[in-house]
């Protein structure tokens, strides 16, 4: 089985600051991850994806994370963050089709 | 694409009651699911489709909880009979072909209030 676990539940960081989000997995098989946000009263969309090859991924905003297999980690990273980041991240899982998302992190930007 | 369309947006009803929700994947999309999301559970798989049929069902809950995707354009989730503990937030989603590489699509979601 495989399972996410997102090791902070709530980050605040002040505007233009960088910020790291920390997500760590356990599979017994290879996977594909996914980091999504999810804006108030919104789904969820995708910020990027690990499928293969290089393990710094690019995502849109500004997003970038990297995959660890050794330490089996998948870390978002942004260097300098908005007031409009401030949403819930969740780091998914998927083996096979059907994806697993950790508990979430709240991200809050503050001025 | 007018992305996944979920219906309704809210519902509120009383214990005891069934709830309909609605979703309609992206046309092309062979997999749906559906998703519960909570404060305490966080975001859960109750159970998915692929090509119309149900792959895995062992997120639901409990009995009163079934889920029907009679073709390619529709899928329903119905609670009978509802109880204020399933208060939440359902999501459906959807995405092409059965590879975990696929990217889901969210709807919007529909905010279940059980009084």
């Known amino acids: 089985a495989q399972s996410v676990t997102q090791l902070d539940s709530q980050v605040p960081v002040f505007e233009e600051a960088p910020v790291e989000l920390r997500c760590n997995y356990s599979s017994s098989v290879s996977v594909y991850l996914f980091w999504y946000v999810q804006y108030p009263n919104q789904g969820l969309q995708l910020l990027l994806k690990y499928l293969s090859g290089s393990t710094l991924v690019k995502g849109i905003n500004g997003f970038e994370a990297e995959f660890n297999k050794s330490q089996t980690s998948f870390h978002l990273r942004k260097p300098s963050v908005h007031i409009s980041d401030t949403a819930e991240y969740f780091c998914?899982?998927?083996?096979?089709?059907?994806?697993?998302f950790g508990a979430g992190t709240r991200l809050t930007v503050k001025p | 694409d007018a992305g996944v369309i979920q219906s309704p947006r809210h519902e509120v009803t009383e214990m005891g009651q069934e709830v309909t929700l609605r979703c309609k994947p992206i046309s092309g999309h062979n997999s749906l699911f559906w998703y519960r999301q909570t404060m305490m559970r966080g975001l859960e798989l109750l159970i998915y489709f692929n090509n119309n049929v149900p792959i895995d069902d062992s997120g639901m809950p409990e009995d009163r909880f079934s889920a029907k995707m009679p073709n390619a354009s529709f899928s329903t989730l119905k609670i009978q009979p509802s109880e204020p503990r399933d208060s939440a937030v359902y999501f459906c989603a959807s995405s092409t072909g059965v590879s975990g590489a696929n990217v889901l699509t969210f709807g919007a979601g529909s905010r279940l209030t059980v009084l």
């Open positions: 998914a899982v998927s083996p096979r089709d059907d994806m697993r």
